[in-house]
Nanobody, 117 residues
């Protein structure tokens, strides 16, 4: 059983910053890709950022220059550093881990990010 636990969400004003954390119950070096997705009210879940086991990063265009994904293999943790937050970033953010044995991936339960003045 793979568990992913997200934390770090909260209420922040526009222009502020948050850092989300995803702690995995597995060694994340065994995941070929870790990522963050988000789902805003009334919208479908979308990819935000991914990082592969060899460090290749992919970001959705809307967050480029503002968000950064990183991983700490020793802590089995993936981070999403979010700067210059905008109201449209408001969503539930989910951590995802993809393994060769689970192409569909494993999901955390999400952490709420609300950007509002």
């Amino acid at each position: 059983q793979v568990q992913l636990v997200e934390s770090g969400g909260g209420l922040v004003q526009p222009g502020g910053s948050l850092r989300l954390s995803c702690v995995a119950s597995i060694n994340i070096v065994d995941a070929y890709k870790m990522g963050w997705y988000r789902q805003a009210p009334g919208k479908q879940r979308e990819l935000v950022a991914t990082i592969t086991s060899n460090g290749i990063i992919n970001l959705v265009d809307s967050v480029k220059g503002r968000f950064t994904i990183s991983r700490d293999n020793a802590k089995n943790t993936v981070y999403l550093q979010m700067n210059s937050l905008k109201p449209e970033d408001t969503a539930v953010y989910y951590c995802n881990a993809r393994l060769t044995t689970a192409p569909g991936g494993y999901w955390g339960q999400g952490t709420q990010v609300t950007v509002s003045s």
